[in-house]
Each structure stands twice: as C-alpha cells, then as structure tokens.
C-alpha cells in the first residue's frame, strides 16, 4: 500500500471519528432535553433545588450583568456619537444606541457572562461529581441525575435569562442616554426622540426570544458535558474548557440564525 493511500485511508478514519463523536454529543443532548421535558411534565422537579438554582444564576449573576450592560451602553454611546458628529442627525444616536442594545448587544453579552459564569459552573460541579463517583451513587439509590441535577438548572436558566437581559437592556439604555448627553451634548428628550422614531414592537420580543434560546442552550450544554467528564480532576479541566467554548460558539451560532429566521 502507497503512503498516499495510507494517508487518504487515515484521513477518512479521522473524519470518521468526528463524526461519530459528534453524532453522540447530538444523541445525549437529545436524550437530556427529553429526560428533562419529561420531569417537567410529570412534576418530578425538586422545587428547593429549583430556587436555589434561581438564587445561584439569577441572583448572583445580576452584578455582573448590570455592569456588562452599563458599558456596553456607553460604549455604543460614545462610537456612535463620534461616527455621528458633522455627518447625521445627533437624534438618530437615540436609535443606533437603544436598537444595538436591545436586539444584540444585551441579549448575546448577558449570555456570554452567563457561559463564564454559570455554565463554566455547571460543567465543572457535575464533572466533580462524575470523577469523585457520586453520579454513580445516585444511581444506586435509584435516582436519575438528569432529573435530580439538570431539570432544575435548566428550568432555572429559562427563567433567569429573559430577566438578566431586560435587566441588562435598560441599564444600557440609560447609561447610553447619559453618555451621549455627556460626550455630545444630546439631551434626554431628543435622545429618546430618536429612540422612539425608529422603534418596532417586536424589537424587544426579539430580545426576549433570543434570552430564552440562550437560556435553554447554555444548561443543556454545560450539564451535558459535565456527565461525560472523565479522567480525574485533569478532566474536569478539560472538559470545562471545552464546555465553555462549546456554550459560546454555540451562542454565536444561535444569533447569527435569529435575523434572517425573525426579521425578514
């Protein structure tokens, strides 16, 4: 056999590989979202467990999320305002500000924080669990972790992500307002002038619809690749390395489906 054909013939193996890797990643996270759909529909969630994960990414993340939204806010102020000068009208900076924010800026970075916070979390807890072997108790005791584990952090997610960014979106609204009062001498009227000129309804359902797909995807993702966590404490670093970068190329894929799928 020619060295050639040796290497078309490992090449082909590779690919082969990766695809089936990937098609098990597709399996197990169907498999979770349905274990979970089903817990959900049977009232099998422990409530304490939910509340505490409310608590744990919802509460805890507001800061964070509150200070992302503020600069992003001011940042766009500030860009647009400069780009702006001696060329458009100041009172479009209202738009540009307020539609940057709500349909991109505070849905995508309030995930983004949200897969360094909580899901680098989720992935390296359930990881330790799975190394130290008390997955494994749990299912000697007859207890499903999925149900135990992942349905409260998934339903949690739903519900503190479309809150995190209508947070984070009016932060960055009013910090952007100031901003551009500050840098360019536009009011507080004529910011919101232009605000409103431009503002569709559905702007902010389209916000709020993007929360919730980032809600549901950063948990899935984080809780399945903390059950395949393996190879002791090294693993779990490396898995939820590989989690994070997963949730946000997973983040960026989402958004950049949501205008031609939504707002055609």
Known sequence: MTGSSIYARRSVQAVGRRWEEWAGHAGQLAQLVWATLIA???????????VRQMYVMGVQSIPIVLITGLLSGIVTSQQGGYQFTSTIPLYVLGSVT?????????????????????????????GTMVVSEQIDAYHSLGRDPVVVLGAPRILAGLLVTPMLVGMAIVV????GMVAAEL????????????ARLFWHSWDLVYALMKALVFGFAIPVIAIHMGFRTSGGAAGVGRTTTASVMFQTLTVLILDALFPPLFLQ
């Open 98 to 126: 307020v539609t940057s924010i709500v349909l991109e800026l505070g849905p995508v970075l309030t995930a983004v924080v949200l897969v360094g916070r909580v899901g680098a979390r989720i992935t390296a807890e359930l």
């Open 183 to 194: 840098s360019t001498g536009l009011s507080y009227e004529t910011f919101f002038y232009g």
């Open 172 to 175: 960055g609204t009013f910090s």
């Open 40 to 50: 959900l529909l049977r009232l099998q969630i422990s409530f304490r467990e939910f």
